[in-house]
């Protein structure tokens, strides 16, 4: 499944669901798809996602990244990485005062 989040202050992003549903949880959203933040709401969503990242920035967002894996070992996507692009959508909400919405 993938997700999209959209805003009118920023180009539409797309994420795989799994990662998609950890990050709206880790803004402190219950996790449903489809789901929207209110623009006067996106401000705290940011920050929390933010403080979230800065505990744990590389931690691997892929529960199946494990180090069991072989020859990938060592190798995952950090929550800091697969963030970004989220984060990044939520600022230029955030400064241009716009909902944010995401659906599969």
């Known amino acids: 499944m993938l997700i999209k989040f959209q805003t009118k ?9 799994d990662v998609a549903v950890t990050l709206i ?25 933010k403080a979230a990242v800065a505990e744990h920035p590389n931690d691997p967002l892929d529960p ?18 697969r963030a970004l692009p989220l984060i ?3 600022t230029a909400a955030a400064a241009a005062g716009e909902n944010v919405m995401w659906e599969n």
């Open 9 to 17: 202050a920023y180009a539409t992003i797309t994420m795989f669901g």
């Open 25 to 49: 949880k880790l803004m402190g959203h219950s996790g449903n798809v489809p789901g929207a933040l209110l623009a006067e709401d996106v401000p705290n969503a940011l920050a929390r996602l």
């Open 64 to 81: 199946a990244a494990s180090p069991s894996r072989g020859a990938d070992e060592g190798q995952h996507v950090s929550l800091a990485h």
């Open 88 to 90: 990044e959508l939520l």
